[in-house]
């Protein structure tokens, strides 16, 4: 059972008097458990896609089975339903909110979950958890300005946890990091899809980062360019064992 299926997917924009196809007559599907990358030049309907995947939009004609549900007609409140339910959304700039700690941002989503009402201390307990994941349950009380780019991007991770989804939808996860911490994102997002079967859909620019899925869909004018398994794939955590940061190796000269 496909957890997404799309069927002839348009995305079409009027401007004016002129028609832009977004997303032109795309039938995709995959699988529960996969780890695929979108890439594609800008402009090639990147966003259009992970919006109408996400259930975040809807798409102009054509058809998408989200768990072989249809969720191409449903009005925007059930589409949240749904969206808050089954999927966690990372960005390319955390998307946190400074005015509130850690814990409560990571928090957040559960109070929208229509679907489980979870008392304070579960929320707190699921929070701790989801904190504890991506290992951070010692900075569950620090101000988000108190944590670096990447703690911020596995607090982002953490939030998009905590109401079990099936399903992550990274836009561009390193797009802001160095390398190193680029890999230790992509080391909890391995560790996410292989120990927990949570399948992941990743947008990104780097070629590099890409190796790191296991499948990698290349996107132009709306629609599928190319469409293949990562041939030589990427352990995050062999690259992080072999990067050894400068300031050590210059330790062992001295
Ligand atoms: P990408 O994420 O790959 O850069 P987008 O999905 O953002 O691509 O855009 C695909 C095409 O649709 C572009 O030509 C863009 O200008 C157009 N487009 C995107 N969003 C809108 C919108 N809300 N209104 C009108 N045109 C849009
Ligand atoms: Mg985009």
């Known amino acids: ?3 997404i299926r799309t069927e002839h997917l348009q995305k079409t924009y009027i401007i004016g008097d002129m ?5 032109h007559d795309l039938s995709l599907s995959v699988e529960q458990g996969e780890f695929v990358t979108i890439m ?3 402009g090639s309907g990147k966003t259009s896609l992970m919006n109408i995947l996400g259930c975040l939009d809807v798409p102009t004609s054509g058809r998408y089975f989200l768990n072989e ?47 489980k009402r979870y008392t ?21 009380h620090f101000e988000i300005k108190q944590l670096s780019g990447g703690q911020q991007q596995r607090v982002a991770i953490a939030r998009s946890l905590v109401n079990d989804p099936s399903l992550i939808m990274a836009d561009e996860p390193t797009g ?7 890999y230790e994102v992509m080391q909890i997002l391995q560790n996410l899809n292989e120990q927990m079967n949570i ?18 869909i290349s996107f132009r ?13 990427i352990m995050a955590r062999d690259m992080l064992m072999q990067h050894i940061p400068k300031e050590s190796l210059q330790r062992e000269v001295e």
Do not use: C, W
């Not at 802001?176 to 680029?182: G, I, R």
């Not at 399948?199 to 990698?216: D, K």
């Not at 004018?221 to 794939?233: A, C, W």
């Open 1 to 3: 059972m496909a957890l």
């Open 19 to 23: 028609e832009v196809h977004a997303v």
């Open 40 to 42: 594609g030049p800008s």
């Open 69 to 115: 549900k249809d969720v191409s007609r449903l009005k925007r409140d059930d589409l949240a339903t749904i969206r808050n339910s089954m999927i966690g959304f990372i960005f390319q700039q955390y998307n946190l909110l400074t005015r509130i700690n850690v814990m409560e941002n990571v928090i957040l989503p559960m109070l929208y979950n229509e679907e």
């Open 120 to 140: 304070r201390a579960e929320q707190v307990r699921k929070a701790e958890k989801s904190l504890s994941i991506v290992g951070l349950n010692d900075r569950m």
């Open 176 to 182: 802001a990091l160095d390398t190193k911490t680029s």
């Open 199 to 216: 399948s992941i859909l990743m947008v990104t620019h780097s070629p590099e980062i890409a190796q790191f899925s296991r499948r990698i």
């Open 221 to 233: 004018d709306g629609t599928v360019l190319s469409d293949s398994p990562v041939e030589q794939r």
